[in-house]
Structure formats: C-alpha cells, structure tokens
C-alpha cells in the first residue's frame, strides 16, 4: 500500500518571505498523481496544486510550486510570497492511476504559521 | 463552494447512540469518498461508492457502514458510539473516469462530538 510521509509537523515563515514543506511517498506504481490540500481554520479542503506524476515539467499556481523528484519520491511544496492568509495545515496526497478510480491518501499534514 | 454538501454540520451525541451522515455529491459525480479526521490527525479514508456500489473500502469500523442511494446520495452511519469517534468526517466526490484524473472535490464536513 502506498505511504505519504510530510516529516515536518510545523513550519513558520515571515510574510513576503519563502517557505518549502515537504513530502515524500512510498509506492511501486509509476503512474500517479500527487496533490497539496490547504486547510483552514474553517477545515475546509482545498486543493492547492497537483502533479502528475508522468510530467517532468513541475506544477505551478500563481504563488505555490512543486518541486517534484520521482526517484526520490519527493514532493515539496514552495510558496512563494507568503501571506497571513497562507496560515493552514498542508496535507500532501498521492492517488493512484493504475486502478481506476482511487481514493486519496493523505500524509499527517503540516502546519504552517505565517508571522506578520 | 465545492458542491458538495453535507448534513449536518454539527451533530453532538452521546456513546451508545447511532448518527447517519448525509452527503450530496457535486451534479454529475458519481463517485463518494468518505473520510475521517481525528483532532489534529491526517484524513483517513473510510469507504468508497460509485454509482451505488461499493467500490473500495479503507480502515472502517464493523459498527459503520454507508451505502449510496440511486439519486447519488450517500449516507454513512455511525452505530454503536464511543468518545473516540468524535471527528470530522468529510465526503467527497468525483466523475466517473477510467483514469482518475479527475479533481476530487471536498465539502465542509460534518463535525461529529460524542459525549
């Protein structure tokens, strides 16, 4: 079974500043899929940015990048520019693609504070 | 907004008790997730239909079950309660696709308390 691993609990970054977190996942498929959800406050899921994994060229959404390294089975997120409105818990995500359609599974999640 | 919606969203009750979770899947998914969240924990995926069948199954306890009605609804109960099963639980859905390309979409979840 697949594992998603995101070994940093909290992460704090000063506004207008970077902030890398970090995922790595355990699977023997070569085909997949890898997300980044945000969670809020209000604990909504939001999806933030997705990779798959048969690309080479990294996922970009305005501010948040990946950087995604298949032999090493890394995942990390950067967000750039950071804002107050960044301050959430990240959950790095993988699904398969070689079963049709699977469900998502999640890493522990990272906290991230954003100092004004 | 998701277009997923889920009722309620706070329910308190107490151990011993059965709660049924209601979940409406965006127009045209037919594909629901169900997930838990334990206080400061990660999501865990609990179970899986798509177009009223069960599809996959995850780490569910016996005294939950959950079915898919014909409309696309989905309901997950909650038999049995105790403390430790106060969570959020999340539903989710998707299109049909034979690749799962497609993005899964959450909706608010529905905050369970059990005292």
């Known amino acids: 079974a697949q594992t998603v691993t995101q070994s940093q609990p909290e992460m704090s970054v000063q506004e207008a500043e970077t902030v890398t977190l970090s995922c790595t996942y355990d699977?023997?498929?070569?085909?997949?899929?890898l997300f980044w959800y945000k969670q809020p406050p209000s604990r909504q899921m939001i999806l933030v940015i997705r990779?798959?994994?048969?690309?080479?060229q990294n996922a970009t959404e305005n501010r948040f990048s990946v950087n995604f390294q298949k032999a090493a089975k890394s995942f990390s997120l950067k967000i750039s520019d950071s804002q107050l409105g960044d301050a959430a818990m990240y959950f790095c995500?993988?699904?398969?693609?070689?079963?049709?359609?699977?469900?998502?599974?999640f890493g522990k999640g990272t906290r991230l504070s954003v100092i004004a | 907004d998701s277009g997923v919606t889920q009722t309620p969203k706070h329910l308190i009750t107490a151990t011993g008790q059965r709660v049924t979770l209601r979940c409406s899947p965006r127009?045209?998914?037919?594909?629901v997730y169900w997930y838990q969240q334990s206080l400061d924990q990660g999501l865990q995926f609990l179970i899986q239909?798509?177009?009223?069948?069960?599809?996959a199954k995850g780490n569910i306890l016996e005294r939950f079950s959950a079915q898919q009605f014909p409309d696309l609804h989905s309901e997950l109960n909650l038999s049995s309660l105790e403390l430790g099963d106060s969570a959020l639980y999340f539903c989710?859905?998707?299109?049909?696709?034979?690749?799962?390309?497609?993005?899964?979409?959450f909706g608010e979840g529905s905050w369970l308390t059990v005292v």
């Open positions: 127009s045209g998914d037919l594909s």
């Open positions: 990779q798959e994994a048969y690309k080479q």
């Open positions: 239909y798509y177009n009223g069948e069960e599809r």
């Open positions: 989710a859905s998707t299109e049909m696709d034979h690749l799962p390309r497609n993005t899964i979409y």
């Open positions: 699977t023997s498929e070569s085909d997949y899929y």
């Open positions: 995500a993988y699904r398969s693609l070689e079963s049709g359609n699977t469900p998502l599974v």
